[in-house]
């Protein structure tokens, strides 16, 4: 699998951050009966790689990826799990062969241009602007297209369900990252259908 065939399966990737184990596998499954199958869980607890490892062996219509993956011992943790993919926040060239070395498709963050270079070097060239809205949102987008045709983006870091729309009609966009399918509140209440109302409105964004 390739990191842009996470983009044909719906216009946006939620990004997930768990607390409680026993919250991952009937959040995984809200999110699913919602139409959204691709999950990026982020390494941002001490539960995480449990949280991915859980919803890896329970839900297996959804496809795992992890978050936050910063280097070789975070790319091994995630594939032992059962992982499908990793997302960097950033780049370096270290991080991008951890993941190649491993099998691990990678969508890796950038920034700038200069980053965009750098990770095209390493062959990748379907990559996460991170932080989206606070680098530039929308007009960074749009500037990075005219030198860089050959490059896909994911934008992720600040974008709503107000302002995804006007990300995914951009031509560069294939799909966006975002945290508001998964609201803290919601998830401590265990209020899952609130989850999968809100991945259906997201699963029927346009791209």
């Not at 997302?87 to 965009?116: F, I, N």
Request: hydrophobic letters at 45%.
């Amino acid at each position: 699998m390739s990191t842009l065939e996470l983009a044909t399966h719906g216009p946006v990737i939620p990004v997930i951050v768990i607390d409680r184990v026993e919250d991952a596998v009937p959040l995984a499954e809200a999110l699913v009966a919602g139409g959204v199958r691709v999950l990026e869980v982020t390494l941002r607890t001490p539960v995480a790689l449990q949280c991915m490892e859980a919803i890896a062996k329970a839900v297996p219509e959804a496809i795992v990826g992890a978050g936050t993956v910063r280097n070789g011992i975070d790319a091994q943790a995630v594939k032992d799990v059962g992982c499908h993919f990793a997302v960097s926040p950033g780049y370096t060239p270290e991080v991008g062969r951890a993941c190649q070395d491993v099998g691990l498709p990678l969508l890796p963050g950038v920034a700038t241009a200069s980053e965009v270079m750098r990770a095209n070097a390493d062959g990748y060239h379907f990559l996460k602007l991170f932080p989206a809205t606070a680098v530039g949102g929308i007009p960074l987008l749009k500037a990075l297209a005219g030198p860089f045709t050959d490059v896909a983006f994911c934008p992720t870091g600040g974008i709503t369900a107000e302002t995804a729309p006007q990300f995914l009609a951009l031509p560069n966009v294939k799909v966006c990252g975002g945290s508001w399918l998964t609201p803290a509140d919601a998830v401590k209440a265990g209020d899952w259908k609130r989850i999968t109302r809100l991945a259906q409105e997201a699963s029927a964004l346009r791209r």
